[in-house]
């Protein structure tokens, strides 16, 4: 069940149906009021059916619609919204505080969603990995290079092509002892599904970092790192909805580090490789 009802609620992406959607707009815009409210209060004021809001409260972990209030209950306790800053930023001072909160939000929110059982399952894994493939488009394929980045100076081979086809390719390539993780925020991009489908599909372990368990991405995976991510179709790319992702990288690098055999080693040997490259 998931700890965090506000960051359950910040994390969906657009692919809700139009009533789970307005349940949980209604949600997010009135938590306070929806303390007090029953199943059939939330439904009217949602513009919707009570078997939607149960459905709702189910997809998002929580046993039921009490279950969703317990968790939103706490979180208000210590959390209050009122703290949250309000209006469209019109100044430097405004414009930073507001990102602020977004990139504090984001972290936050990605440290309640993650499921540290998860993150030690994907570890022990990459420990017996040498190839690993990142997968992402737009925004999530820098992200995915990223990843490329942080995973070749602990001595992996590792690959992030931000072609689609050059990608489902090389998940062609994969085989047992191989790792595939694939980065997209909603978990819908159709070609970052197909390159983890071929992935899978040839034995290698599979990895979702999306924002949903229940996405397309996250039934194809054997693992989902779930983070959140704070934007809408039209803000996509923005610092704070790729904080979640940045986050889940550099926990997975720390580990490496600590447990990876001779992984210290290849941080010096890739350092020194480029050491005569500044002026």
């Known amino acids: 069940m998931p700890t965090s009802a ?4 910040r994390a969906l992406g657009p692919g809700l149906s139009p009533a789970l959607r307005r349940v949980a707009d209604y949600a997010l815009a009135e938590p306070e009021k929806v303390l007090y409210q029953t199943v059939m209060e939330v439904a009217e004021g949602a513009n919707t059916s009570e078997a939607s809001v149960i459905r709702f409260c189910r997809d998002l972990g929580f046993s039921g619609f009490q279950d969703f209030k317990l968790a939103l209950a706490s979180e208000l306790a210590v959390n209050p919204t009122e703290s949250l800053p309000v209006g469209t930023p019109h100044t430097p001072e405004d414009a930073m505080e507001h990102m602020l909160h977004h990139a504090r939000t984001s972290l936050e929110d990605t440290s309640k969603l993650l499921d540290p059982q998860a993150v030690g399952r994907v570890v022990d894994v990459l420990l017996g990995a040498q190839v690993v493939d990142f997968y992402g488009v737009g925004a999530s394929g820098v992200t995915a290079q990223d990843f490329a980045y942080k995973f070749l100076r602990l001595g992996y081979s590792a690959r992030a092509h931000p072609d689609p086809h050059l990608a489902a390719m090389s998940a062609a390539t994969l085989g047992p002892g191989m790792v595939a993780v694939a ?16 992935a899978r599909l040839h034995g290698a372990f599979t990895v979702a970092l999306t924002q949903r368990h229940k996405s397309p991405l996250g039934q194809v995976a054997h693992e989902t790192l779930v983070t959140s991510v704070i934007e809408n179709p039209l803000s996509g790319g923005s610092i704070s909805a790729k904080l979640g992702q940045l986050l889940v990288l550099d926990v997975l690098y720390c580990l490496l580090l600590l447990k990876r055999p001779g992984a210290s080693e290849f941080i010096r040997r890739t350092a ?8």
Do not use: H, M, P, Y
């Open 6 to 9: 506000l960051a359950s609620l």
């Open 272 to 279: 020194a490789a480029v050491a005569d490259r500044n002026v």
């Open 183 to 198: 980065i997209s925020r909603s978990g819908t991009t159709l070609d970052v599904v197909r390159s983890l489908e071929q």
